[in-house]
Structures are given as C-alpha cells and as structure tokens.
C-alpha cells in the first residue's frame, strides 16, 4: 500500500514539473490509461527533469489525443514539440490530422511541416492589422451588439486568416480592440440579455463528449415523425400573410373543401419527393428521401415520386432514370411517378383563371428591368393593364406569336412587401425548346414557385414538406392557392443537410463534373448518391445516418463527415468479409521452408468465426516468398514499433512468426530489395507485432495483383462553399491510386459491388471497372473511426 502512494507521489510530482496545474495533474493520476500514456509521452520526448508549461500542456494532449494508428511517428512529433517547432494547440491540431491519415506510412517531412506551419512566424504586427481588418469589416454589428458580440466568430475569422498566430496575443488584441471602440462596460452591457428564439448561424456540428452510461433515446429519436398533424386536421390557419395595403390573409382550407379532399384520399398521408432533373442527386436529397418517403411508409400513406420537369433546357432522360433508379436503391418505393409536365394543361388553364380574377399580368420588362424594379419595389409598367389585354396577350404566347424574352406571365401580388417572394413573381416564361417529356406540344413553360403549389393541390398532398430556405416562399405558395380557391396542403420546412468537405449546390457539382474536376457524377469523392454507391456505401448506411440526424428545424448546420463513416463502418464491420492485400509490397524470402512446398492455411472471413462453420474461413497459400507492407519494415527498431526490423521477430496472421535475419539492398546501399527470414513453424515465438501479408500462390508466381483506389476528403476545408474561391480548396490528394497491390487468391472471384475489409487498411469495394483479370477496389472507409469515440 505505502508502495502504491510513493508511487502515484512520484507520479504526480512528474505531471507537475512538466507544468501542469495541481487539478490537472491529480485528476491524471487517478486516470490509469492516461498516467501511463503521459507518463510513456514524458520519457519518450526526454523531460523526466521537467520543461514549461506550454510544452508540457501540448505532451498532455499528445497522450490524450495522439492517433492510434500513427504511433510509429510520435517520437518524430514529440522532438517538433520539445524543440518548440510546434508551439501551438493549432498546430498540434493538425499534426494529428496528418499523422492520422499517414498512419503507419513513411513520413514525408516536408509535407508534415507544411501541414503543420512549422517556420511560420506571426508577428504582433502580422495579428494586429488582422484583427483591425475584422473589426473594420463588423463594425456596425459590433456597436449595435457591444460586449454582447459573439467573440467567437471574431476569434474564428482570425484564425482562418492566421492559422499559427498565437491564441494568447489574439485575445489580447482583440480585446484591447473592444475597449479601444466600445470603451468601458456600461450597465445596459451587463444586464442578461431577454431570452428570444433566433435563427443560428451555419455551424460544424460540435462533437460531443462521450457518456458511459446508456442514453435512452427521446421519442422523437425513436419516431421522427411525431411532429407531423393528421391530415384530417388541415383545416387550421397554415400561415399569415400581411400585406402593405390589405388585412392580414389567414390561409386555411373550408370544412367543405377539406371533406372534398378526404373522400378523394381516404384521410391517408398523401407526401411527395419533387426532384428536378437537370441533374445527379445527392446525400441532402437522401434526407428528402427519408422525410417524404418515411412519413408516408410510418402512417400508412402514399409518395409520389414527382418530376419538377418545368426547365426543358436543364432537363435530361439520364437524369430521370438517374433518380429513379437511386430511389429504389435507396429502399422506396413510390405510390406513383409522375411529372410537373403531366399537368401543363391543368396548369394553363389556371393561370387563364389567375388572369380573369384579377391576379396576373402579362409584362415585358426583360429579366434585367424585372430584378431592378424589384429591387427598387416598384410596379412594372405593365402592372394594370386591362384582363381582357393579358387574355389576349397570354393567349399569343401560348401559340408562339411572341418572341422569347418579350413576355412573361406575373403574378400580382404585393411589390410593397417585406417578403421578397411576394414581389409579382413569374409564373411563366417563353422557351421554344421542345420538352423532354411533354415533346414540342408547348413553347411556355410554368416556374416553379407558380408549378409547384397547384400539383401539390392537384395531387392532393397532405404534407408539402421542403427545407428551410424554401420557408419565405411559403406566402407566395398559400396565396396562390387561396387567389384560386385550391386546397391547401400543409406546409412544413426542415433543416437541410450539409456535410463537411464537400460542395451539394447543383451548380457546383456541375461544374466540378464538366470540367473534369472529377471523374464523372459517380466519382467516389463526390456525395452524390451515385459516387457513395460506387464508392461501396451501402443503402442502409445512408438511411441510418439519415435517420440519426432527424427531422428538425433547428439550424443550418454542418454535419461532420466522420458521422457519416461511423455508419458506415457500424454496417461493414459486421457484414465485410476480411481479407489480406499488400499495397505497397515488400519481398520477404523465408529461408529456412522449403522453396519447391505451398501450405494451405486458413484465414478468418469474421473476426468471431466458429471452426465448425467452414463457410467462414478462406484458404490462403503460405510459401516461401511473402509480401509485407514496405511501411511494417525498418532498419532501426524502437519499443513502440511493432513492425519488423533486423534481428526482430513478428506475427504473420494466420500463420507463422518470422525473424528478420539478412536485408538485401540495392546498390545505393539505402533501398530495401527484399528481406531474408525464418520461420518458426512450432509458433513458441510470441512476437507483439501482426502484420497481414500475401505471398507467391506456388514458386515463382506472381500473387494476384490489383488496383486500389484510396480516398480522401475532396476538399480541404470544412465549408468550402462559403470561400470565394472554391476550387482552390480543391484536395490535390483525395485520390490516390495503387497500381501494384498484392491479393490473396481468393479475391479474384471478387465481383462488381463486393465489400471486404481488407485488414488493417480499411474497408473496401469492387469498383464497376473491375475485370477478373484487372481487380479495382476502392477504399470505402478507413478503419479508423473518430466519431464513434466521441459519441453519435
């Protein structure tokens, strides 16, 4: 007992002399996986004597944060921190990053201090004129706030400017710049701000800290569809809108109206999924998806599935077979499919019946004259020209008697109000472009906030459900309805989704796609629905991921891609087979078997397979000629490398321990040609290290070979949709391509679509452009998982 004290007293007076506060360095003691860690941390980087306080915080977290798979590499980081290269939690930050996605590979130094700003200075002056920057550019938001300034974003905006600045000179300045423009704290400054909802800015999903005890789920979790009413309540006020010169309009259906629509729908949920066709759907549609979709299938109602088909120009076959095809890979299965084009006649007729009540107009403001007029909020020339000439008017542009571009179809609504979407919006244009569904049968086309409302209506959809930055055109859809004496669906905007290191604009995509940015709409790197099948992500991941995030209107905030892999990985873990390929192969020749001798072993398809269950095992031929990773070798050995090095014994899974005994190397005197070992065929070594290996199939044969495809994040940033130049963020190693990886025989029966988990490399998928005599895989995910660590 008194051993134990002396120790954890000695223990803790090691924690304190590298300068960490009593608290902290206590609360480490009584931890034992983090004394030892940190304990490991300290005599590995040489400071038993102590060092200060900056260094020894940043071995703290080096022995609580440090990447698992990268510990080959932390003495080299360890000697950056020591030395004071690295000074910074930022810079420690993204050594981690590098290190992580490095992992057991050789180190590339120079690469490693350019990520990690290793050289960088920053002066005091350098932060100075940034910070002066920043406040000059939110000024008025600063004095209208005061010491109410959320001083986070300030810091924020800094530090993407300035990466390696010191954090402490930062708050220093800006500090000293709040009270240099605001002066000293009045009392209205401290009084608690009055409690009031308020839309939150675009944020990255917080990871959170992980609970140990089980968190029962809320009901929403377990039902995300409880917020939704019965469709027999739809008679309640949908929504107000106020005008500049009438009473405020309460939208709602009549009894007599909603009894109508119940007879027609049995008072089933009737929702519908709208996708455009003018291109490749991606992960924010598969939440769509799961709203529409998912409410109908939990009540026991119906989905269209709807083409918004009212833009021939964008508009192609590819693209509606596209996304009929990606919805039923995703598991729905759509009450009936139709097209905004089924319903131009329809359509037409009610905006002759628009015309006749008063509430729209032909005008011939061009598109430039229209965005100015409505900048400026004033009423087209054209405003209140007789019905009878907008009849007429409507009429020649039906039969083509007027150019394209000359006139359009307005709704008249209110050019006075405080909704933009209420400023006479168009309700059709001329396009003489034959249809791709309709064919050459009309030259004007519906818009969609005119379209989208009235098929809603004709379709007799219960719940109209969007995202949110569709919520200020909710006045224009229900006054629309209400100006025709249409039924009124229930509206309901949720928050979209956005995931990290990715674009999801249509428009972006696009245009990474024909500029050959990438590989097509299917590239892997993409998060369109096309590129994660190909990419091996399964169906089931993504609706669970979906699932997971919920149906909320909370904020626009940004989903960390690390969730999505969690999910990923939770599936393929249990439902990847394993196997054994070298990427990067290292020729080891076993001398002491017999050169002319194959063994058949028998290699583990689950990590819990059972002996009796043949099916779970595969076999893998053992000879004399095998290959490791060239990273599982060094020549000079460690105590935390588990690797093989001269004169040191490892585990060969599945089979034998082997000894290094010769290298052979090239004539520079510093490549490696190949190793020479021997095995232990009695298996009394019991080496730490396991290396997975693949060897020659019978003497002289070349092992299976393949191409594997390794992924990473397209883009570098977070959020590069919000840069100004985008494409510059543009990841120059998210694909990287190995030619001359080794395989197990077994893989060769590989088909399109297959996913195994290729020990400890990751998880992986038969691309489309296999062959059986040209193997292509591309890697899913790594088996590295961040986001399980730190809670879902």
């Given amino acids: 007992m008194g051993g134990k004290n002396e120790s954890s007293s000695a223990t803790l007076e090691l924690f304190l002399k590298i300068g960490l506060d009593e608290r902290t360095a206590k609360n480490t003691v009584a931890n034992n996986k983090v004394t030892t860690n940190l304990t490991a941390v300290i005599r590995e980087a040489g400071v038993i004597e102590g060092c200060n306080r900056t260094v020894g915080n940043l071995l703290y977290s080096v022995a609580t944060k440090y990447p698992a798979n990268a510990l080959a590499h932390r003495p080299v980081l360890l000697e950056y921190v020591v030395s004071s290269k690295i000074k910074t939690t930022a810079q420690l930050e993204a050594a981690f990053s590098f290190l992580s996605n490095t992992a057991s590979e050789s180190l590339h130094v120079k690469e490693f201090e350019e990520a990690c700003g290793v050289g960088i200075e920053v002066s005091v002056e350098d932060i100075e004129k940034t910070v002066s920057e920043i406040f000059e550019l939110n000024k008025e938001s600063i004095l209208a706030s005061r010491y109410r300034t959320n001083v986070g974003d300030i810091f924020a905006n800094i530090r993407k400017r300035l990466p390696w600045a010191d954090p402490k000179i930062v708050k220093q300045l800006v500090d000293a710049k709040l009270y240099e423009l605001l002066g000293e704290r009045t009392a209205a400054d401290n009084e608690k701000p009055t409690k009031q909802k308020k839309e939150k800015p675009a944020k990255v999903e917080e990871k959170k800290v992980s609970v140990e005890t089980a968190v029962q789920p809320s009901e929403e979790e377990l039902n995300p569809f409880l917020n939704f009413p019965d469709p027999k309540e739809n008679f309640k006020v949908h929504t107000e809108i106020f005008f500049s ?367 009796e269950d043949s099916s779970a095992f595969y076999k893998v031929p053992f000879s004399n000629v095998v290959y490791i990773e060239q990273s599982d070798f060094r020549m000079k050995d460690s105590k935390d490398y588990y690797g093989l090095a001269p004169g040191k014994s490892v585990l060969l899974r599945y089979a034998f321990p082997i000894k290094c005994t010769d290298v052979v190397l090239a004539d520079d005197n510093q490549t490696i040609v190949e190793i020479r070992a021997e095995y232990d065929p009695s298996k009394k070594t019991k080496p730490k290290g396991v290396l997975h290996w693949v060897c020659e199939p019978s003497p002289g044969v070349e092992p299976l070979k393949a191409e594997v495809r390794l992924f990473e994040k397209l883009f570098n940033s977070e959020n590069p949709a919000e840069l100004d130049d985008w494409l510059a963020d543009l990841n120059p190693n998210s694909k990287k391509v190995v030619t001359g990886a080794y395989a197990v025989p077994v893989l060769k029966s590989a088909a399109v679509g297959d996913r195994f988990q290729f020990e400890r490399l990751g998880y992986f998928a038969v691309d489309k452009d296999s062959t059986p005599d040209n193997l292509m895989f591309n890697r899913i995910v790594t088996l590295r998982d961040s986001y399980g660590k730190v809670g879902k």
């Fill in 245 to 611: 010169d009438r009473p405020v309009l309460r939208c709602c259906n009549s009894k007599e109206m909603l009894d109508k629509h119940l007879m027609v729908t049995g008072g089933k949920v009737y929702s519908r999924f709208p996708p455009e066709p003018n291109g490749y759907l991606h992960i924010g549609h598969a939440k769509a998806m799961f709203v529409s979709f998912g409410l109908a299938r939990e009540r026991d109602g119906c989905c269209y599935l709807r083409f918004d088909d009212t833009n021939p120009e964008a508009e192609k076959k590819e693209y509606i077979d596209h996304i009929q095809e990606i919805v039923s890979w995703l598991g729905w299965k759509p009450f009936k499919i139709t097209y905004t084009s089924d319903y131009f006649q329809e359509l037409y007729e009610l905006a002759v019946e628009l015309i006749r009540r008063g509430h729209a107009y032909v005008d011939h403001q061009t598109a430039e004259e229209i965005k100015e007029y409505r900048e400026k909020k004033m009423n087209s020339p054209w405003r209140d020209r007789p019905i009878s000439e907008s009849l007429r008017l409507f009429d020649e542009m039906k039969r083509g008697m007027i150019e394209e571009g000359k006139a359009t179809l307005r709704m008249k609504q209110d050019m006075q109000s405080d909704n933009f979407n209420m400023y006479d919006l168009i309700a059709y244009r001329i396009k003489f472009t034959p249809h791709p569904h309709a064919g050459d049968k009309w030259c004007i086309y519906p818009s969609y906030d005119y379209a989208h409302c009235i098929v809603d209506s004709l379709e007799n959809i219960t719940h109209s459900l969007c995202t949110l930055e569709f919520e200020t055109r909710r006045a224009s859809y229900y006054w629309l309805l209400h100006s025709l004496d249409l039924y009124q669906p229930y509206v309901w905007e949720y928050s979209r989704l956005n995931v990290t290191n990715t674009v999801m604009s249509k428009r972006k995509l696009n245009f990474l796609v024909t500029n050959k940015h990438v590989d097509g709409w299917d590239d892997p790197r993409l998060m369109t629905l096309a590129g994660l099948r190909r990419r091996g992500v399964t169906s089931s991941a993504i609706n669970t991921f979906v699932r997971g995030i919920g149906i909320t209107r909370s904020d626009n905030s940004m989903i960390r891609m690390d969730r999505l892999e969690y999910h990923i990985r939770e599936e393929l873990n249990k439902t990847a087979a394993r196997a054994m390929v070298v990427l990067n192969p290292l020729k080891v020749v076993i001398t002491n078997f017999d050169s002319a001798s194959v063994m058949d072993l028998e290699a583990k398809k689950w990590p819990d397979a059972q002996t």
